[in-house]
């Protein structure tokens, strides 16, 4: 089983054109309700790797891991903390099944913090990259792993974008996780310009 969750509306058309040609067993992709990001939609739809993620900015100090459309939000993140003088990497890994091992173990060794970002509950993309982390000794030498996902409550309906908010998955709550992963308040860090 192969399992896709698209960014954007752009990949959404790769995912798409991706499922229509995979013929090796059940496949499956992922996209909420509520509009797109509002990005240009492909003229010529690309066939993906299967378990494939891609890298769409590369720091060195912080690495988010996203699934889904959290993407934009942890591109925002990113900004926010590069602002402050942490070099941040963003993972779009676009599939949830089979996982991009290979692109997690790389990350995870080569950052200080690393965290994920899912529109799921517990269980899911965090659980799947804690269990790497842990069975290959990753975070054994002192690496920063947490997670972020929908809480595991009944969330009343509302605009995606609020309850997004409310289950605390916008840049601005995942620049806290960081910064706290890092035991550095944000007034200090922007303040004093600290780099970690």
Do not use: W
Request: charged content about 25%; overall charge negative; glycine content about 10%.
């Amino acid at each position: 089983m192969v399992v896709m969750a698209a960014a954007d509306e752009a990949e959404l058309v790769h995912m798409t054109y991706t499922a229509a040609e995979y013929d090796d067993g059940p496949i499956a992709f992922r996209y909420p309700r509520g509009n797109g990001t509002g990005v240009p939609l492909p003229e010529v739809p690309q066939k993906l790797e299967i378990g494939k993620g891609r890298v769409v900015r590369a720091g060195k100090t912080v690495a988010i891991f996203s699934l889904g459309t959290r993407l934009a939000e942890a591109s925002k993140a990113a900004d926010i903390l590069e602002a402050r003088g942490l070099s941040t990497s963003v993972i779009d890994l676009r599939f949830a099944k089979p996982l991009d091992e290979d692109l997690i173990r790389k990350t995870l060794a080569a950052h200080e913090v690393c965290v994920t970002i899912e529109e799921g509950s517990i269980g899911g993309l965090g659980a799947h990259v804690l269990t790497l982390a842990s069975d290959e000794g990753l975070i054994d030498a002192g690496l920063k792993l947490r997670t972020m996902r929908l809480p595991d409550v009944f969330q009343d309906q509302d605009k995606p974008e609020l309850q997004y908010d409310q289950a605390g998955l916008n840049a601005p709550q995942i620049v806290d996780c960081v910064l706290k992963a890092l035991r550095h308040n944000s007034a200090g860090v922007e303040e004093a310009g600290v780099r970690a």
